[in-house]
């Protein structure tokens, strides 16, 4: 079968070589068959043949599939001609050309806006959004050439930069279909995302409107990924400010927003005690995961690529094997992760390339050690752990003991839209019970930038804390040393299990709690100062009402004013011990029945 001229004279592949995959099967060579999301997805797609299409799928469902598999049921029906896949990228822009190469829909994923044309034995062109940014009016012209099938892979990327969203918006504005992707939170901002629709939420704030979303929770129900166990760390910090103050504090305490940000730097510091002693909790953790699953491996994001080197050459005298380290977004990197992927060696340690999109099946346990700490980077980091390859597996993220990536982990099945203008408002926030008192602590004590990054790490200790899981916490907040029996309660969890096994073993270990596992602790100095007493309390309270929120969907404002209104007394924020203490407990009693 031959080539059919273009208008413009460039050869079109003929597409109808390329079979229909949907409804029967997937693109052929991306799975054996299509999952229950997706055929509803393209059920949805094709039932109304829209020109712009949202779908938000949690990482680890199968977008790739999806996309392609709707790429080749466009090109067979002719109602395509070419596809342009943008990626945030260059790693996964090859990515995706593999993948689509696989499936019969080869891309070039060598191309530049402004190149000129490609190679007749293509159907389409791999892109980054930063690439299509240089040049987008060349992207235009090639768009306008054809009927042209763009997907937009994790399409919040079009708001990095404001010269990615306009370039965007200038280079497929003519295409005859655009199919955008996302699989984490948007951001939040007032910058309107490219061909995505927006409509006013009950507070009058424009959100994002998704064509079709599968979350974290149904995924996890329909065994498409694995249930995430986040192991946080707690411990006792000290570092020297520029003035030369030293400050001591405890990893996870309400701190104003500089010093939580320079209590959590002196942790990850690798010439501490925390870092190393968490890795070693994680090697163990792996350790115990390939007893079941013989090929998992582990990952560590780190902020720099300074740390990624220092953390490197921990995990080689912790475990015995050199790691694999990949630093930038190179092509020596992506062959790195390849070649991890389909090794079996236990550990790689990255910077950001492995942050989102990258398929790496095979990890199961992951560090996150960097100081970003958006919902956003959160999500995609996670997002590296989650995709099942076998019914049982689980996944394990340790984390710093840090409130605002608590509450992150304590509301994965939360489904977010992007909010142009999101404000946090009262105790619908998990952490609003601190939020008054640190929003006037940061007003008086905001640091500069300057003055921020200038500080000196003294020392850290690392503690267990606790386990975050469905929502819920276990464990002995703070109370054990690493190393101990306490904590291999939880670290020699089975790597095989099914989500409802996991929140069993958990509870189990809670109720068989050691009781001389605060024995072995040092008698301390001094008790706990009455605020000390009060923040622990509100924030054990908190962390209790988002379990409830993930377990009923209730509100978390709505769960306070319910707590107040049984038991008495005013908001969180300003409640004695006594009052949280009932408050606790009430919640603790709804908890432990079947159904409220």
């Known amino acids: 079968m031959t080539s059919r001229p273009s208008p413009d004279g460039e050869a079109v592949p003929p597409s109808s070589a390329l079979t229909p995959a949907w409804p029967e099967r997937a693109a052929w060579g991306t799975a054996t068959s299509l999952r229950a999301w997706q055929t509803a997805a393209l059920t949805e797609y094709f039932a109304r043949s829209p020109r712009d299409f949202l779908a938000v799928a949690t990482p680890g469902a199968g977008k790739t599939t999806f996309a392609l598999s709707a790429a080749a049921e466009l090109l067979g029906r002719r109602v395509v001609d070419r596809v342009i896949v943008v990626a945030p990228t260059e790693h996964l822009k090859l990515q995706w050309a593999e993948a689509a190469a696989r499936a019969g829909i080869p891309l070039d994923p060598t191309y530049s806006a402004g190149s000129g044309k490609t190679s007749t034995d293509y159907v389409g062109v791999a892109v980054t959004y930063a690439g299509v940014a240089v040049n987008p009016l060349a ?67 424009p959100r994002s409107v998704a064509d079709f979303t599968y979350g974290y929770g149904h995924a996890l129900a329909d065994h498409v990924v694995r249930p995430v166990l986040f ?34 730097r002196t942790a990850l510091d690798p ?22 699953v013989p090929d998992a491996g582990g990952l560590v994001i780190a902020s720099d690529q300074d740390a990624a080197r220092a953390y490197a050459a921990i995990l080689r005298r912790i475990s015995g094997e050199p790691p694999v380290v990949v630093l930038s977004d190179e092509k020596a990197a992506s062959k790195r992760i390849a070649a991890f992927t389909e090794a079996e060696k236990r550990w790689m340690v990255a910077v950001r390339m492995v942050s989102e999109g990258v398929d790496v099946p095979r990890l199961a346990v992951g560090v996150y050690a960097t100081s970003t700490s ?20 689980t996944a394990s993220v340790f984390v710093p003991s ?3 990536l608590l509450g992150y982990a304590a509301e994965m099945e939360v489904e977010r839209d992007h909010v142009l203008g999101r404000t946090i408002t009262d105790e619908d ?118 379990a409830w929120h993930h377990r009923t969907g209730q509100a978390h404002g709505v769960t306070h004013a319910a707590l107040r209104k049984e038991l008495g007394g005013p ?24 159904s409220r």
């Open 139 to 205: 992207m235009r012209i090639r768009t306008e050439r054809f009927k042209t099938l763009v997907i937009l892979d994790e399409i919040h990327h079009a708001g990095d930069a404001l010269s990615w969203g306009e370039g965007v918006r200038e280079a497929f504005e003519p295409a005859t279909r655009r199919l955008a992707l996302t699989g984490t939170p948007f951001r939040s901002d007032v910058n309107p995302i490219p061909f995505v629709s927006y409509a006013p939420g009950a507070d009058g704030i």
């Open 231 to 264: 192991l946080a760390y707690s411990g006792d910090l000290s570092w020297r400010t520029r003035a030369g103050d030293e400050i001591s504090a405890r990893l996870g305490e309400p701190l104003t927003k500089d010093l939580t940000a320079q209590a959590l």
């Open 271 to 292: 010439s501490g005690e925390w870092i190393p002693s968490v890795l070693a909790a994680a090697d163990r953790r792996l350790t115990e995961v390939r007893r079941h």
């Open 374 to 393: 958006t919902p956003l980077f959160f999500a995609q980091a996670v997002g590296r752990f989650v995709r099942a390859r076998a019914r049982g597996e």
């Open 402 to 404: 840090v409130p605002t």
């Open 429 to 546: 926030d998990i952490f609003a019970a601190e939020q008054e008192l640190l929003e006037r602590a940061n007003a008086d004590v905001g640091a500069s930038d300057e003055l921020l990054g200038s500080y000196e790490a003294l020392g850290s200790q690392a503690r267990f804390d606790q386990v975050v899981y469905d929502g819920a916490a276990f464990g002995h907040a703070g109370e054990v040393h690493v190393g101990s029996d306490e904590e291999m309660d939880f670290l020699g969890i089975p790597g095989l299990l099914e989500p409802d096994q996991v929140r069993e073993l958990l509870h189990h270990r809670q109720r068989s709690r050691r009781p001389t596992a605060a024995a072995h602790e040092p008698v301390p100095d001094r008790q706990p100062s009455t605020h000390e007493q009060l923040a622990v309390l509100r924030r054990e309270l908190n962390g209790l009402v988002a």
């Open 571 to 594: 908001a969180a924020a300003i409640a004695n011990a006594e009052q949280l203490h009932a408050r606790i407990n009430r919640l603790r009693e709804w908890a432990a029945k079947p």
